[in-house]
């Protein structure tokens, strides 16, 4: 069976620091991945995805970059973190061929920017 | 003309009651209509979804009403019960547009609490 993982699972950190959160999924190949950032009255947005090593699609503009280095993980990157970065950080992964396959999210990483 | 709004943003009901939320969209492109369910301190799971070719879809105590002319959708839960208590999250997307990537546009959620 296909798993995600995603850590860490709570973070501080100060503005200006640099950020590098990480995503895998295990028991699938060529999966599709993708960053949603989830605040408060505000639903998800999509960030960031990728449909293979090195492809990299964006979606909101901001302070954020994300990097495919392999297949199957996803990483999501700051050089300087703003106070408004302070969020809900969310990867999931859909099959290569999607067919209405549903979005398989993480746990998430709880985001703060002191 | 991407915006996916969702009432109410918070909503308590009794056990054994209906939970109704509600949801709105202007991109008539779309044409796929899940809904996400969240507990705290986990990511959303699919719950349910609909295309647009259907007025009603069932899964157990789960129902999702569509209508295309109104643009809008909404999810019924029968019989509520206190493990429903999560957070709700209508989506939209245009799979033909796709290009690979299920780009879901999420609402703003729903808050859910089912008293005992």
């Known amino acids: 069976s296909q798993t995600i993982h995603q850590w860490p699972a709570t973070l501080v950190q100060p503005v200006g620091s640099p950020l590098s959160l990480e995503c895998t999924v295990e028991?699938?190949?060529?999966?599709?991945l993708y960053w949603y950032r989830q605040a408060a009255g505000r639903g998800l947005q999509l960030l960031f995805y990728?449909?293979?090593?090195?492809?990299i699609s964006s979606e909101v503009p901001q302070n954020l970059s994300a990097s495919r280095p392999q297949d199957r993980q996803f990483i999501l990157s700051s050089k300087k973190l703003l106070l408004s970065d302070s969020g809900f950080y969310l990867c999931?992964?859909?099959?290569?061929?999607?067919?209405?396959?549903?979005?398989?999210f993480g746990n998430g990483t709880r985001l703060t920017v002191t | 003309q991407q915006q996916v709004k969702q009432s109410p943003q918070s909503l308590i009901v009794q056990k054994g009651g209906i939970s109704i939320i509600n949801c709105a969209y202007e991109n008539t492109a779309f044409d796929y209509f899940p809904w996400y369910q969240q507990f705290p301190g986990k990511g959303p799971a699919l719950l349910i979804a609909?295309?647009?070719?259907?007025s009603e879809k069932k899964e157990g105590r789960f129902t999702i009403s569509f209508n295309k002319s109104a643009k809008q959708f909404s999810l019924h839960i029968m019989d509520s019960q206190p493990g429903d208590s999560a957070t709700y999250f209508c989506a939209a997307s245009n799979l033909g547009l796709s290009q690979g990537a299920q780009k879901l546009v999420f609402g703003q959620g729903t808050r859910l609490t089912i008293n005992p």
């Open positions: 999931a992964w859909t099959p290569l061929e999607l067919d209405n396959s549903p979005l398989h």
């Open positions: 028991g699938t190949s060529n999966p599709n």
């Open positions: 609909i295309r647009p070719d259907v």
């Open positions: 990728s449909v293979g090593i090195g492809q």
